[in-house]
């Protein structure tokens, strides 16, 4: 099987475990307390998450304690279709409006866009992870594109389903530096 049809079969799967997870607020806060426990979260000025997709770990728990602290928080907004989409970010506050990109994506709505390279750590989604930092995400290279150019440090966070032994890898996909789960 070809890793393009592998990774789409696998994408189905993964989604059909993602809706089955239960207890999420709870998970999410439990991954909360293991991210704050990182040191490289502790030597950090400005961090990028996702906000997140229903079938995703609650990233506003984290966005919430950063602010609070002082981490300026950046959100991604994707421009363009697919392959020639441009990554900017937006920075998020608590008081931020959202609005959901033509992907189904959110960012903040207004604010001043800003580029990876003023990025100390960018928190990745991925319906999978290997804990060797290989991912599979939902198709369309975003984060790859992003990864492959990006000199800080880069977290996949996920839940313990999302955990496999192996991936299908291309040539194109690039590890995180660290995964999370719980």
Same mark, same amino acid.
């Given at each position: 099987?070809?890793?393009?049809?592998?990774?789409?079969?696998?994408?189905?799967?993964?989604?059909?475990?993602?809706?089955?997870?239960?207890?999420?607020?709870?998970?999410?806060?439990? %991954?909360?307390?293991?991210? %704050?426990?990182?040191?490289?979260? &502790?030597?950090?000025?400005?961090?990028?998450?996702?906000?997140?997709?229903?079938?995703?770990?609650?990233?506003?728990?984290?966005?919430?304690?950063?602010? =609070?602290?002082?981490?300026?928080?950046?959100?991604?907004?994707?421009? +363009?279709?697919?392959?020639? =989409?441009?990554?900017?970010?937006?920075?998020?506050?608590?008081?931020?409006?959202?609005?959901?990109?033509?992907? +189904?994506?959110?960012?903040?709505? &207004?604010?001043?866009?800003?580029?990876?390279? &003023?990025?100390? /750590?960018?928190?990745?989604? +991925?319906?999978?992870?290997?804990?060797?930092?290989?991912?599979?995400?939902?198709?369309?290279?975003?984060?790859?594109?992003? /990864?492959?150019?990006?000199?800080?440090?880069?977290?996949?966070?996920?839940?313990?389903? &999302?955990?496999?032994?192996? %991936?299908?890898?291309?040539?194109?996909?690039?590890?995180?530096?660290?995964?999370?789960?719980?």
């Amino acid at each position: 099987m070809d890793s393009v049809l592998e990774k789409n079969v696998l994408r189905q799967e993964l989604k059909a475990v993602l809706l089955r997870i239960s207890h999420r607020d709870k998970r999410s806060q439990e %991954l909360l307390d293991m991210l %704050l426990s990182l040191t490289i979260l &502790q030597n950090v000025q400005t961090i990028s998450l996702f906000i997140s997709l229903p079938d995703e770990p609650d990233t506003t728990f984290l966005a919430r304690h950063c602010w =609070t602290y002082g981490i300026r928080v950046f959100v991604p907004e994707h421009q +363009g279709h697919l392959s020639g =989409t441009v990554i900017q970010f937006r920075e998020w506050t608590p008081s931020s409006r959202l609005v959901t990109s033509s992907r +189904g994506l959110f960012h903040p709505a &207004q604010g001043e866009l800003f580029k990876v390279d &003023q990025i100390d /750590l960018i928190f990745v989604p +991925g319906l999978a992870f290997t804990h060797s930092g290989l991912r599979l995400g939902r198709g369309g290279g975003f984060y790859d594109r992003l /990864l492959s150019g990006f000199k800080g440090v880069s977290v996949g966070i996920c839940f313990r389903e &999302q955990i496999k032994n192996a %991936l299908p890898k291309d040539e194109h996909d690039v590890l995180v530096d660290r995964v999370v789960c719980c």
